[in-house]
């Protein structure tokens, strides 16, 4: 049977631990005690971090994929401690999300990346986004169009023109995610990627870049030639 974390030397119970030696001290297991609060008779808060972790082979990465339901499986999870969980880590999505500035200038294919991966990797449906550019490739706003389900979503090409046009772009990138895995475009992404590019050139409107972000991953057709 497991100690409680009360029955613990103080300088080893996790809240006491980050106050006296600081957060960076703490194990992964030891920071999700804390959001977990508490343990159940046969295992402490730290036992179950170590229990959720295991599911994911200790990747972090693959704990911010997990939902609700999925921290729930766990005995002594409940829906209070599943959604703590879940909520601190969407914070951590925000916060690296926040951290990409709007003036950003953009300068390859990893510069959009850097901006999608937050907002995408961790999703389990596919998201397209827009991203509007000035002359000097800066970012002037970026723009969710449409969500779907597991294996695609609908991208509307007239609300992509009125946006820019609205923004007064002079360029876009346009990127969505695949929860599959799978990198490799379908050929209803290279059918849009060409309506996209047919109707910008059109209104002088160039687009620069189409992405498919998967995991810590992405695929670019302009570095792909395919634009």
Known sequence: ??????DWAVEDRPREKLIRKGISTLSD????????????????????GRELLSIVNNNLNSLGKLTVADFRKIQGIGPARAVTISAALELGRRRKLSEVPDTLQIKC?????DIFQPLLSD????EFWVLFLNRSNRV????K????????????VRIIMKKAVEFLASGIIVCHNHPSGNLDPSESDTKITGKIKDAGNLMDIQLLDHLIISGNDYYSFADNGLL
């Open 1 to 6: 049977m497991s100690l409680k974390i009360t």
């Open 29 to 48: 297991a030891e920071l999700l005690a804390i959001l977990i609060s508490s343990g159940t008779r046969k295992k402490s808060a730290v036992d179950l």
């Open 109 to 113: 294919s990893k510069d959009v990346a």
């Open 123 to 126: 999703l389990d449906h596919e």
């Open 140 to 143: 002037l706003d970026r723009m």
């Open 145 to 156: 169009l449409s969500q779907g389900g597991i294996s695609g979503t609908v991208t509307d």
